[in-house]
DNA sequence: TCTGGAAGTTACAGACCGGTAACACCCTAG
DNA sequence: CTAGGGTGTTACCGGTCTGTAACTTCCAGA
């Protein structure tokens, strides 16, 4: 055997490992570099010579974020394949489990909420990321059959973010629980009214 | 003639007044107790003669919102007096309004979403506000003669609350663009399916 | 064994934060 | 006119923030 013991990551995939948990858990402006590299088992020196700065490793945190989501659609499509209608359930099944995993919303959202000056970096990216989102669904959607698939997916995707940020304020029992039967109700009723 | 010029508030209101604004603008971290004074027009120690703490301002302030927002559904009650499917759907164009107002989400959500401490007091207010707009939303619904009016009141809600997380992040051109369609398309849905 | 680069350490700069103390001022009610 | 409470001013405390400088240590590859 070459290696009977799990490599450790080099420090920057630490930080970035370590700063998206906490961005996620403490907000952005709840957690300094200094409490991340300690968290990391690194120190500043080391993130910064690895990130130009904050904001840097805000939206580097943001794109991983995207590219752990973007995973989720392929893990649909080879669950399903070629079955669209079957990867449309089990997003809202995903989705549902999301709302259930933890009282935090959206990264991108809260980090939306929280970034509030327009020409921050971070906006971008979360526009542009957000709208790859929408695109993606829409297309699911389009490809399920659906005949206006534009607008099940952006009812389907408020519905979702909704319910995100309820689970923040009010937990999981209040408006947030009945999400899953939402969403299957407004597919089986876009679904009758399908254009072939 | 008693009094021809406009009263300046006292300092206490200024103070609530401008928080509020600015906490709305730019985030509750984003905004320190200097700034909120100096943009009041007074200082600091007037702040802490009225004011516990930062976070006793920020209670007061996500009081205030709320008891702004209780003046909007007497409005309703005011304008459709006994008509609650006009009220509702006089809460549908308000709550479009809103999202074309400015590119902020619900100073409540953003609240949350900052303030990740489990047990900061703002977290407790937050819950118990939301809380009493949703029975509102829900006896609304059902005054109106809708049947599973809670479904209706919890799918509304999380439209509207996932229609402002999306203006914050893709602007008002993304999917809650499609927020009135969806909002009356759905009450006509419900409507059909009422008991009598 | 030597070397070069990545990583760690310590200290610091400069700014901002929430919150307080001590004191001067002004305006109004009596 | 006077007394007193609300207000304004200045200075300060201890802490935290992002970001940098100068230096040491470690480790892999030649």
């Not at 319910?163 to 109700?185: C, I, L």
Request: glycine letters at 8%; hydrophobic letters at 45%; a negative charge.
């Amino acid at each position: 055997m070459t290696d009977g013991v799990v490599e450790r990551p080099r420090p920057r995939d630490r930080i970035l490992e370590t700063a998206r948990d906490m961005f996620h858990k403490h907000g952005i402006k709840g957690v300094g570099v200094d409490a991340i590299t300690e968290a990391a088992g690194t120190n500043k020196m080391t993130l910064y010579r690895h990130f130009e700065s904050k904001d840097d490793l805000i939206v580097e945190c943001l794109r991983a974020n995207a590219s752990k989501a973007g995973a989720m659609w392929e893990a649909f499509e080879a669950e399903f394949p070629g079955d669209k209608l079957a990867q449309l359930h089990a997003w809202v099944r995903k989705a549902a489990a999301m709302l259930n995993a933890d009282g935090r919303g959206c990264d991108m959202a809260n980090a939306a909420a929280e970034l509030t000056e327009p020409d921050h970096p971070a906006r971008r990216v979360i526009k542009e990321l957000k709208e790859a989102q929408r695109e993606r669904l829409v297309a699911l959607c389009r490809d399920a059959g659906i005949g206006q698939a534009e607008l099940l997916a952006d009812t389907l995707s408020l519905l979702f973010e909704g319910a995100r940020v309820s689970v923040q304020t009010v937990g999981t029992e209040g408006p947030s629980a009945q999400f899953v039967r939402m969403a299957e109700g407004l597919i089986v009723s876009f679904r009758g009214t399908a254009a072939g």
